[in-house]
């Protein structure tokens, strides 16, 4: 199965800075989704990004499909940002419906103020 | 829009016992719901996708005997923890799809403890 390796693992930032977290994949995917964990646990969708770049307010996602890797660019970054980012490539198409997410280990962000 | 609900949000139970988790899709239908168990600070494993109306794929390694889950309707999923044992103890996630939709929407998940 595709193997997904995120980096880096952690990351403690000061208010205000900038940074980018990395999604690296080895093999083909169909798609991909940034989430952030927050430290209650949930899940909050960030993007959904098979190629390309999307933004978001301070956060922009790059997606090269071809190189089987993708970025996460946090700016200005805010403490409420802190808890952990996962990206999941999709693994292509399983018993004829959607495939299946393959989470990374996440990168734990830590915001200070 | 695409909010998924789980209940309860923590749960305690005694070793032997059988708990219920519930995953709602709020404002859309979920032809797809997938189930997620997640250990402290590990990443989440997919334990089963369920398309409504069909018996649920599991992964392997995961006891479908021990994790009963039924997808009757398409705003609900609900996953069984039979004869939970302390090894069960974990925090457990369902999220959702529409149809002809890649994306899946999180639950806020489930904590549950077994004593």
């Known amino acids: 199965g595709i193997q997904v390796e995120q980096s880096p693992p952690d990351l403690i930032l000061q208010e205000g800075a900038n940074s980018t977290l990395r999604c690296n994949f080895s093999?083909?995917?169909?798609?991909l989704q940034w989430f952030h964990q927050n430290p209650w646990g949930q899940l909050i969708n960030l993007f959904y990004?098979?190629?390309g770049t999307k933004q978001n307010g301070r956060l922009s996602a790059t997606t090269v499909a071809t190189e089987r890797y993708s970025l996460l660019y946090i700016s200005s970054s805010q403490t409420t940002d802190s808890g952990v980012y996962f990206c999941a490539p999709r693994d292509g198409f399983y018993g004829g419906s959607q495939g299946n997410l393959i989470f990374g280990k996440g990168t734990k962000l830590s915001v200070k103020p | 829009g695409a909010v998924v609900s789980q209940h309860p949000s923590r749960v305690i139970c005694k070793s032997g016992t059988s708990v219920k988790i519930e995953c709602r899709s709020l404002?859309?239908?979920?032809?797809?719901m997938f189930w997620y168990r997640q250990f402290p600070k590990k990443s989440l494993m997919l334990m089963a996708t369920s398309n409504e109306g069909s018996k649920a794929t599991y992964e392997q390694g995961v006891e479908k005997d021990k994790f009963l889950i039924n997808h009757a309707s398409l705003t609900l999923s609900t996953l069984t923890v039979t004869s939970a044992h302390p090894e069960d103890s974990s925090f457990y996630i369902c999220s959702a799809a529409q149809l002809n939709s890649y994306e899946q929407y999180f639950g806020p998940g489930t904590r549950l403890t077994v004593t």
């Open positions: 990004i098979p190629s």
């Open positions: 093999d083909s995917v169909n798609n």
């Open positions: 404002d859309f239908q979920a032809t797809t």
